[in-house]
């Protein structure tokens, strides 16, 4: 006979390979012929809702590395609810309006200044969507569930509508003002800029060490004394209209070869080494406010300088005396303010010099009228030295170019007026990691007032109409009727009619006595239509508001976190958000981060169609998303090796339960106390795993499912009870009892699995079938009740305590060539009364089976010690059974152990 034949091997459909690139697009195919999202939402109707308030992509070319993990990660966030018991309503979403398009559409060949805006905006409009859909296509790869049929999409006819009644709501309610003052400019852009559209880097700037002559030294200073100012930006010296002292510091007048010279006192000796100036003779000291007032002669024209005294003024670093252009800069304009001093600005919208700036600057970029201003004061002898630094300047984010500061008139949201209640709001959040709690507190303590308005073209109109004397109209009919025009039109209507036509019928105006009115050309930052998409996204689809959590990269603390925070509280008294998650920047391997414009970055389909989307999830479910993460060639084998564990463990258990269906299960407490271990093992695994879901922590999650798989399934339960599951009978109660632990090992890993492995685990479905239709339609399992569990693990420890000792001294002896397999040794013990009471309890006469040995006795010899029990191994003397390969002293002819003979009976 061939023994083998009789054997109970594992069988299973359940392929070792995965296959994922080739299995994956069917699985999502049928998703969609399902309409799987909607029976999520119908399968949970009634239950508590769970809202993630999806954060809008911009759309703009295919979805990169950064937003795969952004998405995989709202994925896992939506699932783990959804399976947890709650309903999760999921709306993806789309930001579309600003600058990317606008270019996109020029480098199509089409010049928007020769075109009609209308015109322009239909060809943004139609490429927007051509983004979205190509978007769309990359998210559903990744296995993404949402309402991606019904997104909200920020060019949206309602939801433009919305973000105009949010408009009109601040600006009742005294929140909106148009005024002048600097604020980031990029020439590269034409286009005021918020701080959210800043980044900082690295460059080389002239700094210039300037002499201002006393003109009225007000009977303090004659006119032989100069102040001696500090800039990296020499283009700005023609704008100069004052020079800033710190009222409390000491300022010293001290005599030189290059004249009688005003600097901070402490600051003298530094200065003069930098100057390479010999003498140095002090003559006077004053405090700064003593100064105030006195004018300057300014070095390249005919005109002042006035000295004022300011709190910004600081000693640690130029000579304390601070060049002030209140057109270009924040201190400078509210310091100039205190002295009625005008927001003089000399630079066009392209950042060239204008006119005023004279002949001899007119039309040069400031870059390039650094360089001429730095010659003209050395000319005229006004130059005391001129070097260069390093230091971080402010770029234009989406165009890569610097930025300067330059005064216009522009629409702002009152932060000051909020500021208070925003910090509050802040306290009520709960933040993660929490150290983002401080960072959004500092962000909101420190930020001046919001620059709303864009000279662009696409974009949301500022809904805002001219008087015949220019005043603005904040008019609450004017909006709402302006928001239905937009429900009903879509914005584009702004720039298709006329002001007279967008106003409501027979509109009049104080103001406007001859019925004149013009409309604003500028388009709304497009943080505000983002950050408004708790009304016009959220509560327009019946989500409610505040949402449960917002969830970005951590940039968004200044970009869409803060403006929603901004908006969301002014319009509904409160932040929109009840929790606040955030991930870091996917790095390459060197630690360098991915980016489009450079070599290292990978595109997600390219992964998909190597790996699947399974090994990018299982990716994104391993990292410490919270913290940058790196990712390459080497780390999706390491993930493909992971997820192969993984999948040939459940294939394992699959195999071995083919014959067994839930009918089967034997009762819990009919499970041998070895068993009863195994399920308190897993429902501890259970429990943590759901805790780590709910706390975002999902390469906690994983970690646990790949350890417990590995560990106490894999190494140790399913390594020992082969011995029953090939070898006993198919209906053998003991078999019966070692399958129902399987039974339930699968529905509980397969489901804590699911949220991440969504594919392989619809897969394992189809044979398991833990859900008639999807597992993604199920729950998370409930915990196997058993009696004293705690009990239970304790004496499980302490048995496999001494296994593992016992284990130490059979791989001695096989290093010791007595034995080769653990099924050739006999094992002696010397352990105390208690534990062999304990192994009686628990294993009877199936001790040698649980360590996978042939014999076991128990010795009064002194054997070697281990830590919780003596040992020692001999080879074990007998006959070898061909058809189980444990040793006996068996008699019968064929060799065959009594129990393999009993099967085969």
Request: proline share 4%.
């Amino acid at each position: 006979m061939e023994y083998k034949e009789t054997l109970l091997m594992p069988k299973t459909a359940f392929e070792m390979r995965g296959n994922l690139p080739k299995k994956e697009p069917g699985i999502q195919e049928q998703w969609q012929r399902d309409d799987l999202y909607h029976e999520m939402l119908a399968k949970r109707e009634g239950a508590p809702r769970f809202v993630l308030h999806d954060g809008p992509p911009y759309a703009n070319g295919d979805i990169h590395l950064g937003h795969a993990m952004n998405k995989i990660i709202k994925d896992f966030i939506v699932r783990t609810h959804f399976m947890d018991g709650y309903a999760t309503p999921f709306v993806p979403g789309w930001d579309t309006h600003g600058l990317p398009i606008e270019t996109a559409i020029q480098k199509l060949g089409y010049n928007r200044k020769e075109m009609k805006i209308a015109d322009f905006r239909k060809l943004c409009y139609d490429y927007a969507l051509e983004q979205v859909e190509r978007q769309k296509k990359g998210f559903l790869s990744l296995g993404c569930i949402g309402d991606y049929d019904d997104p909200y999409i920020t060019l949206q006819k309602v939801f433009e509508a919305r973000q105009i009644e949010v408009f009109g709501k601040m600006a009742m309610d005294g929140l909106i003002y148009k005024g002048l003052k600097p604020v980031y400019w990029s020439p590269s852009s034409e286009s005021a800029l918020a701080e959210a559209e800043i980044e900082y880097k690295d460059v080389k700037s002239p700094t210039i060490f300037v002499k201002f002559s006393v003109l009225d030294g007000k009977g303090i200073l004659d006119q032989d004394c100069a102040f001696v100012i500090w800039t990296t930006t020499p283009w700005t010296i023609p704008a100069n209209l004052a020079i800033c002292l710190n009222p409390d510091f000491t300022y010293a007048l001290v005599e030189s070869e290059k004249g009688k010279l005003i600097v901070l006192e402490e600051l003298v000796d530094t200065l003069w080494e930098k100057f390479a100036l010999q003498e140095k003779k002090r003559l006077k000291t004053f405090k700064g406010k003593e100064l105030e007032l006195i004018t300057c002669k300014h070095p390249l024209y005919d005109k002042e300088s006035l000295v004022i005294l300011g709190d910004h003024v600081s000693a640690d670093a130029g000579t304390g005396c601070v060049h002030t252009a209140p057109g270009f800069g924040a201190d400078d304009f509210f310091v100039g303010m205190k002295y009625g001093l005008p927001a003089y600005c000399n630079v066009d919208e392209k950042g060239c010099m204008m006119k005023e700036a004279g002949e001899w600057l007119e039309g040069q970029y400031v870059e390039d009228a650094n360089k001429t201003v730095t010659q003209r004061l050395d000319e005229l002898g006004a130059l005391l030295k001129l070097e260069f630094i390093t230091h971080a300047y402010p770029h234009d984010w989406r165009t890569k170019k610097p930025i300067i500061y330059r005064a216009t008139t522009q629409w702002f949201a009152s932060i000051d007026q909020i500021r208070e209640k925003l910090l509050q709001e802040i306290d009520q959040v709960e933040w993660i990691p929490a150290w983002g709690k401080q960072r959004m507190h500092n962000m909101i303590a420190d930020r001046g007032d919001w620059c709303i308005s864009r000279q662009r073209a696409w974009g949301v109109p500022i809904p805002i109409f001219y008087a015949e004397d220019d005043t603005p109209i904040m008019d609450e009919a004017v909006f709402a009727h302006v928001a239905k025009l937009f429900a009903e039109h879509g914005s584009n209507i702004w720039f298709e009619k006329e002001a007279k036509e967008l106003l409501p019928l027979g509109y009049t105006h104080p103001l406007s006595p001859n019925g004149i009115f013009r409309k604003e050309m500028d388009t709304m930052d497009v943080w505000f239509d983002s950050g408004s998409s708790h009304t016009g996204a959220m509560m327009e689809k019946g989500l409610g508001y505040p949402a449960d959590l917002y969830f970005e990269g951590s940039d968004q603390y200044r970009g869409w976190f803060n403006s929603s925070l901004i908006i969301g509280t002014a319009v509904h008294g409160h932040a929109p958000y009840k929790q606040v998650l955030s991930h870091g920047f996917v790095m390459d391997g060197k630690g360098v981060k991915m980016s489009k414009s450079q070599w290292n970055a990978v595109a997600p389909g390219e992964i998909t169609k190597k790996y699947g989307a399974d090994i990018l999830r299982i990716w994104a479910a391993s990292v410490d998303y919270q913290a940058d993460c790196s990712m390459s060639d080497e780390i999706l084998k390491q993930c493909s090796e992971a997820y192969r564990k993984v999948r040939n463990t459940f294939r394992f258990l699959l195999a071995n339960i083919s014959d067994f269906t839930k009918a089967d299960l034997v009762a819990a407490k009919e499970l041998p106390l070895s068993d009863q271990y195994m399920l308190c093992v897993l429902n501890d695994v259970n429990e943590k795993v759901k805790q780590a879901y709910r706390e975002y922590r999902y390469s906690d999650a994983s970690g646990l499912l790949t350890n417990v798989m590995t560990n106490e399934f894999s190494a140790y339960y399913l390594d020992y009870t082969k011995d029953i599951l090939y070898i006993e009978k198919q209906n053998a109660p003991r078999r019966h009892q070692v399958q129902s632990v399987l039974y339930h090992a699968v529905d509980v890993l397969l489901r804590l699995w699911a949220p991440i492995l969504i594919h392989t685990c619809e897969e394992i479905n189809s044979f398991f079938h833990a859900e008639e239709k999807s597992i993604h339609l199920g729950r998370f399992a409930e915990n196997v009740p058993i009696a004293n569990s705690d009990d239970i693990v304790s004496k499980m420890k302490r048995l496999l305590a001494m296994r593992s000792d016992i284990f130490k001294a059979l791989e001695e002896a096989r290093s010791e060539k007595i034995i080769g397999k653990s099924l050739e040794a006999h094992v002696h013990l010397q352990v105390s009364e208690a534990d062999r009471a304990l192994i009686e309890e628990v294993f009877g006469d199936r001790f040698a089976q649980w360590l996978i040995v042939s014999e076991v006795s128990f010795s009064g010899d002194q054997l070697k010690t281990y830590e919780t029990c003596e040992a020692a191994v001999t080879k074990a003397e007998g006959v070898v059974c061909p058809r189980c390969w444990n040793i006996t002293h068996s008699h019968a002819e064929d060799g065959l152990c009594e129990r393999c003979a009993n099967v085969l009976k």
